[in-house]
Structure formats: C-alpha cells, structure tokens
Nanobody, 129 residues
Framework: QVQLVESGGGLVQAGGSLRLSCAAS????????MGWFRQAPGKEREFVAA????????RYADSVKGRFTISRDNAKNTVYLQMNTLNSEDTVVYFC??????????????????????WGQGTQVTVSS
C-alpha cells in the first residue's frame, strides 16, 4: 500500500508558474514510476507527465510539453510538477499516481490511468486572467 498526498495547488495569474508536490509513504518509493494526471469537470482524467523509478526517463502529454517539468527526489519520497506559462486550460484538479509496473532494468512510463495502482486526493490549480 502506498499513500500519496499532493500539495502546492492554488491561484496563479496567466503566464505565471506553480510547482506541485506529491509526498509518498508506505512502500519503497523507488519501486514505482510516478505520474501526474489532471481532470476537468465532466471529462476523463488525462495524462500529464510520468517519470521513471530513478528519474532518468520522462514522458509528457503534448499539451504540456515544453511548459511542464516532472522531477523526483527519492531521498524525500517526493515527486514534483513544475508548471510554467500557465493558461486557462490548466485550470483543473491535478492528481499524482504510482505505477508498480516494470523492473529494476525497465521502468514503465505509462499514459494509461488504469496502469497506476495508487492515487492522491488531488489539488486544485486555478489560473486567472
């Protein structure tokens, strides 16, 4: 069992930046690839970014590529999402998730939400103009 808690959401002006954090506990953090997803009202939860077990591989949705950066600090059991050049399309609830798939030599970077076994409660990001 892994528990995930997001933080860092809030109100930011368009064009501004925000950094989300996700703190993990319960199991060895480096056993999991980590992902960020987001969900708007009435829409499916969509993939944002993923990072491999030791942070050497990353994957991004086209909508955030070049603006968002995912990173992790395994010593702190924490994954981050740095969000720059924010716009109204980024006004949504963000979730972090843990994926146990893969092995020591291969870390899955899945964009499919059903590949992730553990989820945080979400944190709201609101971009004003």
């Amino acid at each position: 069992q892994v528990q995930l808690v997001e933080s860092g959401g809030g109100l930011v002006q368009a064009g501004g930046s925000l950094r989300l954090s996700c703190a993990a506990s319960g199991r060895t953090f480096s056993d999991y690839s980590m992902g960020w997803f987001r969900q708007a009202p009435g829409k499916e939860r969509e993939f944002v970014a993923a990072i491999s077990r030791y942070g050497r591989g990353t994957r991004y949705a086209d909508s955030v590529k070049g603006r968002f950066t995912i990173s992790r600090d395994n010593a702190k059991n924490t994954v981050y999402l740095q969000m720059n050049t924010l716009n109204s399309e980024d006004t949504v609830v963000y979730f972090c998730a843990a994926d146990p798939g893969g092995s020591y030599s291969y870390s899955r970077l899945s964009r499919e939400r059903n590949e992730y076994d553990y989820w945080g409660q979400g944190t709201q990001v609101t971009v004003s103009s």
